[in-house]
């Protein structure tokens, strides 16, 4: 931890850290993407949506949500990094070096062969990797932890994957994939990286930069000046790492006053909280929470030298908060799940810091933007939630 960093505590519990540096950081843009997503059956740009009553209880000038609840076919932002890896991925198996293949010629050569994608997930990524197996045809095998509901399983075999449960922590599902990987017929598709796999991670969290981008855009078109914060719900931190990159690169973005990047993890998974305040990455043993697709003990290799260097706050939110943000969502129209919904959390989590004086405050004038990375139907909440 640097001299400029450090952790406070509320009241109420919840963590608040501080990297006053990370404002000044700046990093390289992604190349390479532009188009990429045009070209994918079903895509259109995710709503971006204005709640002036959030922004008045926030007491700030203008909030945004990027409304991830139907992305391609399916209900959460997964499938943006997914297909750009599988694509690039596939293309690399049957032509080492050569540029991503169109769907249409993948398929054609893919055809007859024993190609099967493996994952794990604790539910949005593995339903995009079989989504995308179908749609290229070929199979695809999913390890999940059996904390993930029947009705997520389902879902992701409703697209033709095998479905494996494994009564293990999601960090130990991981490694079960990677362990049946191994077999030469099977291509690994993984959203985190670790030591000797990183390629196919890099390109799923390049994948992630369509929805930056399109923010930005939405953002502009609407008459939005500048931006003063996003807050990104984080997982393994790839979303997050692509967040950063984005924000932390783009002319006219990172400018005279750049956006905070305000990461938000469950109470019972904090992981990236945990390594910032350590300065190093950290494993967590999790709890069961009901932000599933946050539920992650371990970073992405990738992720952390990013997310070390360019994440300006963090905040852990308790299931209570990420619960009522669902609800009050919801009433103003816009489709959040849990995970989704926890950036609105993290947001008020921070408010509450500065009005009881341990961090600063938003200025009035400020412009929020909120990525509700998925909707209900991705991640329902319980029934005591409800």
Aim: proline share 7%; aromatic share 4%; glycine share 10%.
């Amino acid at each position: 931890m640097t001299a400029d960093a450090g952790t406070t505590t509320d009241a109420a519990g919840t963590r608040i850290y501080r990297n006053d540096a990370a404002r000044q950081w700046r990093c390289e843009p992604v190349a390479g993407i532009a188009g990429f997503h045009a070209s994918m059956p079903g895509y259109a740009p995710t709503p971006l949506v204005e709640l002036p009553g959030v922004a008045a209880e926030l007491g700030v000038a203008r909030v945004f949500v990027k409304d991830e609840s139907s992305r391609m076919g399916l209900p959460a932002f997964k499938m943006l990094g997914v297909s750009y890896a599988i694509v690039r991925a596939l293309g690399e198996h049957l032509s080492p070096g050569s540029a991503p293949l169109p769907l249409d010629e993948l398929r054609e050569r893919l055809a007859g062969g024993d190609v099967t994608l493996v994952a794990a997930t604790d539910g949005n990524h593995g339903r995009a990797v079989a989504h995308m197996a179908r749609l290229v045809g070929i199979r695809s095998l999913v390890f999940v932890p059996s904390t993930v509901t029947a009705e997520a399983q389902r879902a992701i075999a409703a697209e033709g994957a095998e479905v494996r449960e494994l009564a293990l922590p999601y960090d130990d599902v991981v490694a079960a994939a990677a362990e049946a990987a191994a077999d030469p017929a099977m291509l690994h598709v993984q959203d985190t990286a670790w030591p000797g796999y990183h390629e196919v991670p890099q390109w799923i969290v390049d994948g992630y930069q369509t929805l930056c981008s399109e923010a930005s855009g939405q953002l502009d078109a609407a008459g939005a000046e500048r931006l003063d914060l996003v807050a990104v719900p984080v997982g393994v931190g790839s979303l997050a790492q692509a967040v950063v990159r984005h924000f932390r690169s783009e002319p006219g973005i990172a400018g005279d006053r750049p956006a905070t990047v305000l990461s938000v993890e469950p109470e019972l998974a904090p992981t990236l909280l945990d390594s910032l305040e350590a300065g190093s990455p950290r494993r967590v043993a999790t709890g069961e929470t009901i932000m599933l697709g946050l539920n992650c003990g371990t970073l992405s290799e990738i992720a952390w030298p990013l997310l070390r260097d360019g994440v300006d706050a963090a905040v852990t939110v308790s299931e209570d908060a990420a619960a009522q943000a669902v609800h009050d969502l919801a009433r103003l129209g816009v489709d959040a799940g849990p995970c989704g919904a926890a950036s609105l959390a993290g947001v008020r989590a921070l408010r509450a810091a500065a009005e009881a004086g341990l961090t600063e405050a938003l200025p009035p004038d400020a412009v929020v933007l909120l990525l509700s990375t998925e909707g209900r139907a991705a991640n329902p909440l319980p029934e005591r939630y409800r």
